[in-house]
Antibody, heavy 122, light 113 residues
């Protein structure tokens, strides 16, 4: 069974750093893209960034470029999303998702993690 | 970035009736090289992650009931629920994967009338 299991909920203060994770199982992790999607409270889905663990090809939305860093460790079948200095506005649910792989780009997301709730508050 | 615009923002449909959601992209998401429209539809129920329903604009994901169908090409797409069931209450999103950044529509909330 294909699964993406995300790390648990986090409560942080503004200015703190954070790294959340997404562990894949049941498939060859290196062969599929893994992306991150933000959902702020009561709002829609926002595509943030994506990485191909096999060759580390990485793409960012301009809205999130420089704000977060995506990475992956294919030996651990795990993708990460990290912040160096959190803001109140980073409070949201973050989903990881597996995307099927085109020749040069990711396609649709067929498997999703359960979500990691990040709360940033002083 | 390609902007995805859904309509309506919400709709209320009686059980057993048809629900139709539209999605328009700011540029074509059709690749002539493979004759495919790079458009997906997702369903998100409260407290759950999104679930893939449709990809390549009209291909139903395995296990998705056949009352869900996708159509359209180029810049205009439609998700149709042919006979609404109580379990279909959710927010529905379209997404283009023609290029990165991939982008979602704002979502359409479907409720029971």
């Amino acid at each position: 069974e294909v699964q993406l299991v995300q790390s648990g909920a986090e409560v942080k203060k503004p200015g703190e750093s954070l790294k959340i994770s997404c562990k894949g199982s049941g498939y060859n992790f290196a062969n599929y893209w893994v992306g991150w999607v933000r959902q702020m409270p009561g709002k829609g889905l926002e595509w943030m960034a994506i990485i191909h663990p096999g060759d580390s090809d990485t793409r960012y939305s301009p809205s999130f470029q420089g704000q977060v860093t995506i990475s992956a460790d294919k030996s651990m079948s795990t993708a990460y999303l990290q912040w160096s200095a959190l803001k109140d506005s980073d409070t949201a649910m973050y989903y990881c998702a597996r995307a099927t792989s085109g020749t040069f780009s990711p396609f649709y997301s067929d498997q999703w993690g359960q979500g990691t709730l990040v709360t940033v508050s002083s | 970035d390609i902007v995805m615009t859904q309509s309506p923002d919400s709709l209320a449909v009686s059980l057993g009736e048809r629900a139709t959601i539209n999605c328009k992209s700011s540029q074509s998401v059709f690749y002539s090289s493979d004759n495919k429209n790079y458009l997906a539809w997702y369903q998100q129920k409260p407290g759950q992650p999104p679930k893939l329903l449709i990809y390549w604009a009209s291909t139903r994901e395995s296990g998705v009931p056949d009352r869900f169908s996708g159509s359209g090409a180029g810049t205009d797409f439609t998700l149709t629920i042919s006979s609404l069931q109580a379990d279909d209450v959710a927010v529905y999103y379209c997404q283009q994967y023609y290029n990165t950044p991939q982008t979602f529509g704002q979502g359409t909330k479907v409720e029971i009338k």
